[in-house]
């Protein structure tokens, strides 16, 4: 063969294949997701219930919680040019709706393609639970943002039931937890004394949650 024709037919074959690649890159889109919840996706340490973590209680080390399960799914996935995951701990709205989420404002100054809703075990006000749920997605949520509301980690019909209601009429994307709780390895029990602490997921429960986010983010947001 024509050692100049090899030559330009590799050289083809090169610039073919890095203009593909540039190509795919072009049509991936960034991705700005936003989680709140509470004690399973974060809890500072609190040696009276012998809790002496700094991320979701029970998990064995910071890189077994759910956030850090499904950031790692995220990242591996070669789906999105750029993945940015921020949370946040707002267990002190889950026990008093009156709770200023505005203090967050490095959170709420920022819009995001996909707000996922992992809370809920805390509520005591059943009664007013539907319209605070509501109006906490409006104020972190954008027009574009995609909205993921899970299951409860405690079985409650009630919460449940409101949470499956929310995301129905108003076109989000409901994830149950019935699965999850069928499974006793889901959660930490007789790993810690407190029971509190023990009820909360194992590190098998984490990576089950944060594979089920991950699953329902690539659903929601292609």
């Known amino acids: 063969m024509n050692p100049f024709k090899n030559t330009l037919l590799i050289l083809c074959a090169i610039l073919f294949f890095s203009c593909t690649k540039e190509e795919d890159a072009t049509l991936k889109k960034d991705l700005k997701v936003l989680i709140v919840g509470n004690s399973v996706l974060k809890h500072a340490p609190a040696s ?9 209680m029970a998990a064995s080390a910071p890189d077994k919680d759910f956030l850090q399960v499904y950031n790692r799914l995220l990242q591996a996935s070669n789906k999105y040019n750029s993945i940015d ?5 707002i267990a002190g709205w889950e026990n008093d709706f009156t709770f200023n989420l505005k203090v967050f404002d490095d959170l709420t100054s920022k819009t995001y393609d996909v707000l996922i809703v992992r ?3 805390n509520v005591s006000n059943t009664a ?6 509501i109006k906490m997605i409006n104020l972190f949520k954008s027009q574009n943002t995609k909205v993921i509301i899970t299951g409860t980690v405690w079985e409650d019909p009630i919460k449940e039931g409101i949470h499956r209601k929310v995301a129905l009429e108003n076109g989000y994307t409901y994830v149950p937890f019935e699965g999850f709780r069928s499974n006793i390895k889901n959660y930490a029990l007789g790993l810690f004394e407190n029971v509190g602490v ?3 997921p194992s590190d098998l429960g984490m990576q089950v ?14």
Do not use: C, M, P
């Open 48 to 56: 009276n219930i012998g809790w002496y973590g700094d991320w979701g």
């Open 85 to 89: 995951v921020s949370s946040k701990n």
């Open 119 to 121: 809370l809920g075990e």
């Open 128 to 133: 007013e639970y539907q319209a605070a749920l």
């Open 198 to 200: 023990a009820g909360h």
């Open 209 to 222: 949650i944060g594979q089920l986010l991950y699953t329902t983010t690539l659903e929601v947001y292609q």
